[in-house]
């Protein structure tokens, strides 16, 4: 807290906030003993640092704020995390059409304030608080997820109890649960889990009935946490009001289901889609999370760059063919397909999709849904679309032999095709089409680029350099071609041109108030194998996908892994991340 001598006696004067004799002695003795007068305010003049932070407020103008006894929304509270405002004494209590109010302890300290701004993409309105202020609201975050359900248990657990057999089993009838479904601590349990899992930008919420109790988990970053764990008996009341949301069956506890809900927080639209499956101890559900206007992507944001990013562009200029994204559940494909899709968004062009489900709502796009339970399935929806005039078709994933052979007629007779499909390469898109029934000839004739993907976890700001020793870029060569992604490395520029892989940086994560993993955010690790005259010769003559992967890597492609590596020497990732992933 800086308050120029000056200004600080002037203040002090004009208050006549001590006899101008004490101020000066503190002055003298300031000065003989190398001091300063706010050090000497503080030990000899009875003021506290709380006492100074309200003039430094009135001097410079700056509002001061008393939290005591104040009780703060938590939708505003952690839009700064705990550990972020324990560490640096800054308080979220307000928000107006200016910006979001915070409480500080030193309105200088910028790069807090910076950091803030950032992290919520708001402006940021400072205000002086005292100590105690900041310790009173500090206490209410432990009135944070278990402690919000907590109150809403204890205050009216009998609402929630349910008859528990001799074996552990909840046995409840249909009528108990569509009362559970309705009943108001059921109801806050779940609007406050879902709320928490907005806040903490989660993508999954995993309920699982255990024998003893319910556990619930966010993923976060693509890495599920324990978020806190429930009483056993809250468990049924808690899947009851799930499915009344997802519209599903009540009194089907033996099959799985599949539905779901959407909400509006007034800042944002989330979707929900639910899957229940019954477990030994009472059904597990879990929830995914989709943010309605988050497909507003750029490929180079993405993760793409270099050759791999021109033979994306190159592939969206055809007007036929099959562009085809690849990997596992949470690998990010259909978040690629739209990003494509928004490029080729034009009014020149009609384009239409089939989904399960309509994860992002495009303009100008004819989505459609599928809905199995009546028969609409991705074959017949496909068949239909075909029907509609498209020329461009996207469909969200080629998963039996009816939809593939479809989607290959297809891009054969004028229509560009874009969907997804679950291969651990891209090369292993070839053998599964051929599984699936699709004869190599007209597959040769079709693909245009197959992109392979997964994503890391993006590291923060702060992170500790290293270099790699001998040894361990003996270990990645082993799967990587390390003189490639080094080549790669200088053609774009991101390292010099007489570096070497002992001389090259690279990052580990830093554990801070402001990034309490050293991670935050993901990004997309690929490969991106383009359809040469070579390769299709190699496709009609049923090569294994280790030739394909072999000959496409000849022809500049880069792998997950080894670009995973060039991600991690631009200091975006971690070596161990990508390892993580490209492992799993």
Known sequence: MHIPED??????????????????????????????????????????????????????????VDLKGEKIDFEILSLIPEPVARNNNIIAYNTTDKGVEVAMLDVDDLKAIDFIKKKIGQRILPRLTDTESIKEVLLQYQKSLEAEFGDIIKTEASSIQTTIAEDGSAEVSEEDLKELAEDLPVVRIVDTLIKHAILQKASDIHIEALEKQVLVRYRIDGILHDAMTLPREAGPGITARIKVLAKLKLDEKRLPQDGRFKIDTGREKVSFRVSTLPTSYGEKTVMRLLREGGGHFTLENMGFHGIGLERVHAATKHTTGMILTTGPTGSGKTTTLYTIVDLLNTPEVNIS?????????????????????????????????????????????IRDQETATLAVNAALTGHLVLSTLHTNSAAGTIPRFIDMGVEPFLLASTLEVIIGQRLVRRLCDEKEQYTLKEEQVEQLAKNANMDFVLERLKEEEVVDKKATWTTVPFYKPVETSQCETGYSGRIGIHEVLEMSNALRDMVTGNATSEDITEQARTEGMMTMLEDGIFKAAEGITTIEEVLRVVSE
């Open 353 to 397: 999709t089939i989904e399960d489900p309509v994860e992002y709502q495009v303009a100008r796009i004819n989505q459609t849904q599928v809905k199995s339970e009546i028969g609409f399935t991705f074959s017949s929806g496909l068949r239909t679309l075909l029907r509609q005039d498209p020329d461009i078709v996207m469909v969200g994933e």
């Open 7 to 64: 200004k600080l006696r002037d203040y002090i004067i004009t208050a006549k906030l001590m006899p101008l004799e004490q101020l000066d002695e503190l002055s003298k003795k300031a000065a003989d003993e190398q001091t300063t007068l706010t050090f000497e305010l503080l030990k000899n003049g009875g003021m506290t640092e709380d006492d100074l932070r309200r003039i430094q407020g009135k001097i410079y103008g700056v509002p001061f």
